[in-house]
């Protein structure tokens, strides 16, 4: 039991770190252009916002939605009590509700395979991002044809992929103006709390990701709270000290959306009925990461050798510049 609990908190930790790369970035870029004082400002509310508000609050919207049955208190005790009966309820409600993340983390998989510029680890990762017009396609078809077989099974389950898919294309909105809205905010004349309530926003969308994929690790309201909120902790600490040198692992990112990959399928096998063991999905993304993690640092040490990066620093030589 304790390894159990150990082994999916772990697992949780470094999914929710990876996950939230993207929008550590972003806000290191931004508040590099705002005095210390709103620096400071966004930091201490940014951290009662992210980790306290909405990934305290989500999971317990997240199991409400798949149990409308259950009251507030009821919500409360499943994270915090072991009554057998609410377990049980929760329990025979885990299909729609991990069905639902399973959906969205593959859409999210996808979208970054087919729509969105990244460092090609592998060739055909370059060849299906020129084939980017079949995304809407495929992901029509694969909603489609879950549906379809959800219906046979258990109706409820549609409406549960459904209910992924929408928080997709919602979310991935947010997720596709960053970019854009990142250089807007780079503008000196933008006002500090525009761009705070901005990255406010931004945490929000970019940390459903998180909390959607925990419910792959566990439907343990309480594990899923401590995982991700020490992840939560450490992306911010990355993002005041780290971020120049984490974003040196040029295909860290590749390896934390084959890993959403991964567990959207898991989640999706899981809500018909399929046993996955609880160290699967924590095994599964260790080994990706590991992958691409050794493909990242051995680019590092290539670019060393030729004299193009430091490895002492992860930084471009002056020479390498020009």
Not at 46 to 54: D, H, K, T, Y
Not at 180 to 206: C, G, T
Not at 246 to 262: F, Q, R
Request: proline share 3%; net charge positive; with cysteine.
């Amino acid at each position: 039991m304790i390894i159990e609990i150990i082994t999916i908190v772990f697992g949780l930790i470094i999914f929710e770190i990876v996950s939230s790369i993207d929008n550590a970035v972003v806000n290191a870029h931004v508040l590099r252009t705002m005095p210390k004082k709103y620096r400071r400002i966004f930091l201490f509310w940014g951290i009662l916002f992210a980790v306290f508000i909405v990934r305290g609050i989500l999971p317990f919207i997240i199991v409400w939605v798949a149990n409308p049955g259950l009251g507030l208190s009821e919500i409360i005790q499943v994270a915090f009590s072991q009554s057998p009966e609410i377990n049980h309820y929760v329990e025979q409600s885990k299909p729609i509700l991990i069905l639902a993340g399973g959906v969205y983390l593959f859409l999210v998989f996808l979208s970054w395979l087919f729509l969105e510029e990244k460092k090609y680890a592998f060739l055909v990762e370059k060849f299906i991002h020129k084939q980017s017009m079949w995304f809407y396609a495929l992901s029509s078809i694969f909603l489609t044809a879950l549906i379809f077989i959800c219906i046979k099974v258990n109706p409820i389950l549609a409406l549960s992929a459904t209910i992924g898919a929408t928080a997709f294309f919602i979310t991935d909105g947010f997720k596709k103006n960053a970019e854009e809205k990142e250089k807007q905010l780079l503008n000196p004349k933008i006002s500090a709390w525009s761009k705070i309530l901005y990255l406010e926003v931004l945490d929000m969308s970019f940390s459903i990701d998180g909390v959607v994929g925990a419910f792959a690790f566990t439907t343990s309201i309480l594990l899923i709270l401590i995982g991700n909120g020490i992840g939560a902790f450490v992306v911010r600490e990355f993002t005041i000290k780290g971020i120049n040198k984490i974003t040196k692992y040029a295909y860290l990112k590749n390896g934390a959306m084959y890993s959403i990959g991964v567990l959207g399928f898991i989640m999706v096998l899981e809500s018909f009925g399929n046993h996955i063991p609880f160290w699967v999905a924590p095994l599964n993304m260790f080994i990706i990461l590991g992958v691409f993690l050794f493909l990242s640092y051995r680019e590092i040490k290539q670019g060393a050798k030729e004299g193009k990066i430091d490895i002492t620093t992860f930084e471009l030589k002056e020479d390498a510049k020009s």
